[in-house]
DNA sequence: TATCCAATGTTTTCATTAGAAACATTAAAA
DNA sequence: TTTTAATGTTTCTAATGAAAACATTGGATA
């Protein structure tokens, strides 16, 4: 091909290319069942270029995951204040990781869904161990019950990640959950663990 | 064909007999990706005859979701134990829902998944309600807290959609979570909702 | 600098799938 | 008995994931 074409036989950032378009897509079809051949589609780039760089389409989710698990932790980290109450900085936590599910609702899922692989598991555990560890310093400093530390880590975790699938899937209806259940049932939670 | 055939050309009851093929795939796959076509295959039938019972596999998932919460119901109201009193009435629920949800994980995240269609958002929201039911007669009863109901039924109901989801994809590991975290996290969930 | 080679893209091919359409068989109504 | 609607089958199309063979290109190396 001698004739100047703007599109070059390499593309050049081609797999950064495919994540980004990947993730895109996760954004608006708010499902996991895109199709590598978009992908490629949208990369402008013939279907069987991103086997490049992804051995097959799980790879290429497990990845996907990982970009997830990053910027989730960029935004739990960025939410903790440190000078706050234990309590509140629980709770601005839990909101959070719930504000990130639900913004990313695709993303979220795919990163706990173990379509993504095995690894995923500890990544998603890494991520539930921010609340986990705020929950040990609560006991520490005596704001939080003592007895089962690990009970209220799984309460803990457990709320998380039900309300974020629930708003998720659009069940939180006001009529039956009020105005604003994700604040309501994360204080009913704080009942269970503050002193 | 003349010929003496066991199989006969009109399966008889081939709607019925697809559906447990289904579902017994979901039990075994753990996914919900499995195809029509092996469905037919293992049903006997040509991979065209499923779609003289169901318009296409979204039909066919959201029968699967109705078959589910239909079971899922049954096995709810029979954990119903009039006798205790309320808090433990609630436990018992709670852990039926989980066990429900942890004996058939794909089923059970197909039910609440949205690929079973627009309805199932109402049948999921039903199931939800036994808790909540319990939950307003604890407080007539004078056992639970009465400030926020709503919020209340919220962290009830993330709670054992979360500890299911989580128990599912076995995240609920003992090193971080202890023994029985479930047992646990209810209890906690309990702390904050009972007097 | 000229050459080679590994990385990266493309084209071609195959097996599988969802679904539509046309045809076959059968049970039951008229 | 005849007709017809329900239910199955065959055949076909378009799309997909994946493998294989081929093409291009930028950089290491002699």
């Known amino acids: 091909m001698t004739e100047s ?3 070059p036989y390499h593309h050049g950032d081609l797999r950064r290319v495919l994540i980004e378009a990947a993730l895109g897509m ?9 199709t590598l051949r978009e992908i490629a589609r949208r990369a402008g780039v013939s279907h069987a270029a991103p086997y490049r760089h992804f051995s097959d389409k799980v790879a290429l989710l497990t990845e996907l995951a990982e970009v997830g698990f990053e910027k989730m932790g960029e935004q739990l980290t960025a ?3 440190e000078n706050l109450p234990i309590e509140e900085q629980l709770i ?3 909101k959070a990781y719930i504000k990130f ?7 979220y899922q795919l990163m706990f869904s173990a379509d993504a692989g095995e690894k995923e598991d500890e990544r ?3 991520t ?3 609340l986990i560890t705020l ?8 704001a939080f019950k003592i007895r089962p530390l690990q009970g209220h880590a799984a309460a803990c975790c457990a709320m998380v990640h039900g309300l974020t699938m629930l708003a998720i899937h659009g069940l939180l209806e006001p009529e039956k959950f009020g105005e604003n259940p994700i604040e309501s049932a994360l204080a009913t939670l704080l009942e269970g663990i503050a002193n």
């Open 92 to 94: 601005a936590i839990a």
């Open 26 to 34: 996760l954004q608006e079809d708010k499902g996991l069942q895109f």
């Open 135 to 142: 929950l040990k310093r609560g006991q520490e400093e005596g």
């Open 124 to 126: 998603a555990m890494a």
């Open 101 to 107: 599910g639900t913004s990313n609702p695709a993303l």
């Open 128 to 130: 539930l161990n921010i």
């Open 5 to 7: 074409n703007n599109q």
């Open 79 to 81: 939410a903790i204040q």
